[in-house]
């Protein structure tokens, strides 16, 4: 029962940031929306930013999640063809986001800074397990370091989600593919990084 109510108050913490927008939502709101009490809201959440913390970590999973299914559907067995499906699935993901207000956008700003070395964590650890496959069985070269590696992907998704493009048309999912082809998988296969 209890994981049902901490779950029912963040599904309301959602609904009230999309319809009155972060700033303005209440802990009131919240649990009003949540047909709980104000004492019980305080039961699972010290304030207004660990509800806000929770609801992040919610969309975290739910993304990742969501992100895996898209990665063994449509990836293959490749690494190449896995890396190339986190791209789309990023880039696809930033046309649903971009026309929606659910969070100010100041406020995700601020979220992505206080949380970004978490984020790129999570997304990095996310890779990982794909990184390592291909580096056994010979995919990738043998030297590839998995951590470092899957850590400047992780930088290229999180660019891929929140920087416009001038030059690669991120609409087109095989623009996005070629790019990723031709700049990242080939440097996780040939030589090693280039040290001047």
């Known amino acids: 029962m209890a994981v049902d109510t901490r779950d029912a108050i963040i599904s309301a913490a959602f609904t009230c940031f999309r319809t009155r927008g972060l700033a303005k939502t209440t802990i009131v709101d919240i649990a009003r929306t949540a047909e709980v009490s104000r004492s019980t809201f305080y039961e699972y959440f010290r304030d207004k930013e660990t509800i806000v913390e929770a609801c992040a970590e919610a969309a975290s999973q739910r993304f990742y999640r969501n992100m895996a299914k ?9 690494l190449e063809g896995r890396l190339v499906r986190a791209a789309i699935f990023v880039t696809q993901a930033r046309r649903v986001v971009e026309p929606e207000v659910y969070f100010d956008q100041d406020e995700v700003n601020l979220m992505m800074t206080k949380n970004a070395a978490t984020l790129l964590k999570e997304c990095a650890d996310f890779l990982a397990p794909y990184v390592t496959a291909a580096r056994l069985t010979g ?5 590839l370091d998995v951590p470092t590696a899957t850590e400047w992907f992780a930088r290229m998704l999180f660019s891929l989600f929140t920087t416009p493009s001038p030059t690669i048309d991120m609409r087109n999912d095989d ?18 990084p280039r040290r001047r």
């Open 70 to 78: 898209a990665i063994d559907r449509h990836g293959g067995s490749t």
């Open 139 to 143: 995919e990738v070269r043998a030297d």
């Open 175 to 192: 623009a996005v593919a070629e790019f990723v082809r031709a700049y990242v998988v080939n440097g996780f296969v040939d030589g090693g």
